[in-house]
Nanobody, 115 residues
């Protein structure tokens, strides 16, 4: 059974940094794209960043230049480096991948940015 586990969230002041990790229970990341989403209270879940199996990346306009997605296939882990954090970045962050004909989500990790 595939499991995704996010970690690295926490409370940080505006302007600070955090690095989120998404670890997979099996070797599913190497052949699949992986996305980071976030969901703030009362809002929909939005795509933040994506990385393909080949390493190409894409970002939401709101995080371009501040967030970096990367992957380590040997560790079955995808990262989201978040710099210059803003209060509006406060949300639960989820990783997602599509594999074996279905979509997999982690449980999420809370990121809170204080002003």
């Amino acid at each position: 059974q595939v499991r995704l586990v996010e970690s690295g969230g926490g409370l940080v002041q505006a302007g600070g940094s955090l690095r989120l990790s998404c670890a997979a229970s099996g070797s599913i990341f190497s052949d699949n794209a992986v996305d980071w989403y976030r969901q703030a209270p009362g809002k929909q879940r939005d795509l933040v960043a994506a990385i393909t199996s080949g390493g190409s990346t894409n970002y939401a306009d709101s995080v371009k230049g501040r967030f970096t997605i990367s992957r380590d296939n040997a560790k079955n882990t995808v990262y989201l480096q978040m710099n210059s954090l803003k209060p509006e970045d406060t949300a639960v962050y989820y990783c997602n991948t599509e594999a074996f004909g279905r979509s997999y989500w982690g449980q999420g990790t809370q990121v809170t940015v204080s002003s």
